[in-house]
């Protein structure tokens, strides 16, 4: 299990490998906000403060929406777009930009 | 002809559309005075740059004016601010008789506007600190997202101290005599532009103001209504004291405020009502109240709900459904910023018992946090099942404190 931490919502929740964050969002009743849910709308952004590697890569479609909303966008995700990629680990996530 | 031609600063002039027929706006809104589409030229020693077009049906009047002051091939750059309809009607129309312009959109208009115009089109795009030259004018753009549509910016012609707001600072508000200072009162319609356009994004209002505050401002020229010149930093106050962050009185005492909403025919909704409203009220910190939505102004509502910290909304399970004055109620999020507010639904049943989970799913996609799974009761409730309404409310309350949540998926 990889250790999520929603930090806007004060939330510690255990994530089983492959499960998206929109099924985070869905089953811990976070205030996640999603908008479209195909990454068109960047309503989703996120900063992803540590355990970036626990999730999937960005694919170039990320990238080049996120690039619209910053110049670095290393620590940025579409939570849309994640998946938890590992067995064990620790993310911590605070939504919005 | 509704067009006319009006010199707003050394190099602007209006030339937008009036529309004083217009009843109704975006369905949300009623326009008791009718409106304008408001559009700019600027005029510099290299060119023309063209700030934004008009509704469609309005093209006509729009062209007329522009014919009246430019030469289509003068015409240097098109800015739109954001590409909302009413703005953006006359601009593949524009682009045609324009070749030589170049489009200036945000960059998140660039997923939108093949959306709008359904076909590839060459732009540019602006985001905060770009600027553009028409020789002896620049024009610098600032990134305004969500004001109102998620691609709108502002933008700032330096030589004339002219703000371009976009839809901030507008009114539907028809009057020719365009400017603040020479119109009718328009008061009302500045507040109710606000109240439904900008009020759900007050944090993204605060943030323009915020870059706003590094120009000097002499005349604001938005995109509805009259243009601001006799005062602009009254308009500006006006917003900055509108949108500033929810400072409640039970806030002021560090207190959390929860509001528990229901209705009720039999009582047995109520009754769940007044046990999770104790609970709630039990824990430390957290002022719990009720409020019947039978005899609950729409008005009060919108205050309630923006002020609470957590809301819990209770309905019986009438026809499958949950009760009118409950959607009614989480309709009125729509004119409120969503931050993440906590919410739980409740209710007694008969056989079915949707209403609950309804209510909960609603509230999921107004983008609340429900920490608590909703809690439904068949008919009337029981001691122990009271008590369980009880440890409901204060499950809320303490989340509300902030408890940290524990849980595994
Ligand atoms: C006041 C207003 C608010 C809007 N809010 C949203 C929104 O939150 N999300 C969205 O996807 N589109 C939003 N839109 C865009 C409309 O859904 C879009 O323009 C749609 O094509 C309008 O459809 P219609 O021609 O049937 O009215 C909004 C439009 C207006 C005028
Ligand atoms: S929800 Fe629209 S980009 Fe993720
Ligand atoms: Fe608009
Ligand atoms: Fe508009």
Redesign the pocket.
């Known amino acids: 299990m990889v250790n999520i931490f929603l930090e806007n919502d004060n939330i510690n929740v255990k994530v089983p490998n492959t499960k998206s964050l929109r099924y985070v969002a869905t089953k811990t009743g976070a205030s996640m906000e999603f908008g479209c849910r195909v990454g068109d709308c960047l309503t989703c952004v996120a900063r992803v403060k540590s355990g970036m590697e626990f999730l999937n890569k960005k694919n170039d479609k990320e990238i080049k929406a996120l690039e619209i909303l910053a110049m670095n966008v290393e620590g940025l995700r579409l939570m849309c777009q994640c998946n938890v990629e590992a067995d064990e680990g620790e993310i911590v996530i605070s939504y919005g930009f | 002809m509704l067009s006319k031609t009006t010199k707003v600063s050394t190099s602007v002039d209006f030339i937008g559309a009036f529309d004083p027929q217009i009843r109704t706006f975006?369905?949300?809104m009623k326009t008791a005075n009718g409106s304008s589409y408001n559009s700019y030229l600027i005029r510099g020693s290299e060119g023309v740059a063209v700030m934004d077009t008009v509704k469609k049906e309005f093209s006509e009047d729009f062209f007329h004016s522009l014919e009246l002051l430019c030469k289509y091939d003068e015409i240097k750059y098109i800015v739109l601010h954001h590409l909302?309809p009413d703005h953006s009607g006359a601009l593949v129309e524009l682009m045609q008789k324009a070749p030589r312009a170049q489009l200036i959109i945000s960059g998140r208009a660039v997923m939108m506007l093949k959306g709008l115009l359904k076909k590839e089109i060459a732009f540019e795009v602006a985001n905060t600190g770009k600027t553009i030259s028409l020789g002896d004018k620049t024009i610098e753009f600032l990134s305004t997202p969500f004001l109102?549509w998620p691609d709108t910016m502002s933008s700032y012609l330096h030589e004339d101290k002219v703000l371009f707001s976009g839809d901030v600072f507008g009114s539907h508000y028809y009057d020719e005599r365009l400017f603040d200072d020479k119109v009718g009162d328009f008061s009302y319609a500045f507040k109710y532009y606000y109240d439904h356009i900008m009020r759900p994004f007050k944090l993204y209002v605060r943030q323009a103001l915020k870059l706003y505050s590094k120009f000097n401002i002499d005349i604001i020229a938005p995109l509805h209504g009259p243009i601001l010149r006799s005062n602009p930093q009254y308009y500006i106050d006006k917003y900055a004291q509108w949108s500033s962050e929810a400072k409640f009185r039970k806030h002021e005492f560090g207190q959390k405020m929860i509001c528990v909403f229901y209705m009720s025919s039999y009582d047995n909704t109520q009754e769940m009502a007044k046990k999770i409203t104790e609970g709630a009220d039990s824990v430390e910190g957290v002022v719990a109240s009720m409020y019947d939505l039978a005899s609950l102004d729409e008005r009060n509502m919108i205050d309630l709900l923006e002020e609470s910290d957590a809301i819990i909304v209770g309905s019986p399970t009438i026809n499958g459904d949950a009760v009118k004055p409950a959607w009614d109620l989480l309709s009125c999020m729509a004119f409120l910023e969503s931050n993440g507010k906590i919410g739980a639904a409740f209710g007694s049943y008969g056989w079915t018992g949707e209403a609950p989970e309804m209510l909960h799913d609603r509230m999921r996609w107004l983008k609340f946090r429900l920490p608590v799974p909703p809690l439904k009761i068949k008919l009337i409730p029981t001691q122990e099942e009271l008590e369980s309404c009880v440890l409901f409310g204060q499950e809320v309350a303490e989340i509300a404190m902030g408890k940290m949540v524990e849980m595994e998926i």
């Open positions: 975006d369905i949300i909302e109102h």
